[in-house]
C-alpha cells in the first residue's frame, strides 16, 4: 500500500468497530478485575502490617504489571492490523488504541461520573449515591488501592471526585501508544513481545525485495 501510515484514516462506524475491538476492550477489562483483585489484597495485606512504604510499593507494582498486560494485548492487536493495513485490507487509524482503551474503561468512566455527586452535601441523596459509586470503582481498579490511600491535603485521594478519573488515564493512554507501535511494529523490547518464525521470515522476504 503507497499510503503512509500517517495519511490514512479509518471510517468504520460505531457498529463495526464494535465487531471489529470488542473482544480486546473486554478482555482489558476483565484483566483489569484480575489485577483489581491482586492489587488489593496485597495492599490489604500491607495495609494491616502498618508499613505505608509497603502498601504504596505493592500498589505500584500492581500498578505497573497491569499496564504491561494492556501493552502486549494491544501491541498484538495493532500488530496484527498492520499486516491488514500493508497489504491494504484495513485502513489504519492512529485512534483506534486510544478508542479500545475507552471502550474498556466505559465502566471506569460511567463510575467516576457518577462519583462527582459526593459533591453535594454531605448526608444528601446524590451524595450518597456519589460515595457507593465510588467504593465500587475502587473495587474494579483495586491495583490502586495503595496508591488512592495517599492524602492530599489530609483528604485520602479515594475520597477526591478528580482521582477516581485521574486513575483511568494510564490504561487508556498506554492501549493508545500501544496499538501505534504494534501497527508500525515498532518494539518497546523483545523481551514482552518476541518476534514469532512467521514475522522474522515476512522480515527476510521484504529485504530479498529491497535488495
Known amino acids: 500500500m503507497n499510503e503512509s501510515f500517517e495519511n490514512t484514516t479509518s471510517k468504520k462506524g460505531f457498529g463495526s468497530f464494535w465487531k471489529a475491538y470488542s473482544y480486546p476492550a473486554v478482555k482489558l477489562f476483565v484483566t483489569q ?3 483489581s483483585i491482586f492489587g488489593l489484597t496485597l495492599s490489604i495485606a500491607a495495609g494491616k502490617s502498618g508499613n505505608r512504604f509497603l502498601q504504596l510499593f ?10 504491561v498486560m494492556v501493552y502486549t494485548d494491544i501491541f498484538k492487536v495493532g500488530s496484527e492490523d498492520g499486516v491488514r493495513i500493508k497489504g491494504g485490507r484495513l485502513e489504519y487509524d492512529s485512534l483506534t488504541g486510544l478508542k479500545i482503551g475507552l471502550l474498556a474503561a466505559s465502566p471506569d468512566l460511567l463510575l467516576a461520573a457518577v462519583g462527582t455527586l459526593s459533591l453535594f452535601p454531605d448526608g444528601s441523596i ?8 465510588q467504593m ?3 473495587w474494579i481498579q483495586g491495583a490502586y488501592t495503595g496508591i488512592l490511600a495517599t492524602d492530599v491535603g489530609g483528604t485520602p485521594m479515594n475520597a477526591l471526585f478528580w482521582a477516581h478519573f485521574l486513575i483511568i488515564i494510564p490504561m487508556v493512554l498506554v492501549a493508545f501508544g500501544s496499538y501505534i507501535l504494534g501497527a508500525k511494529d515498532k518494539r518497546l523490547t523483545r523481551l514482552l513481545i518476541p518476534e514469532n518464525p512467521e514475522e522474522k521470515e515476512i522480515k ?6 529491497k535488495g
Not at 59 to 66: D, G, K
Open 136 to 138: 465500587l470503582h475502587l
Open 58 to 67: 505493592v500498589s505500584i507494582f500492581a500498578v505497573v504489571f497491569f499496564l
Open 126 to 133: 446524590p451524595s450518597r449515591i456519589g460515595a457507593v459509586a
Open 204 to 209: 527476510r522476504e521484504e529485504k530479498k525485495k
Open 33 to 35: 478485575i484480575v489485577f
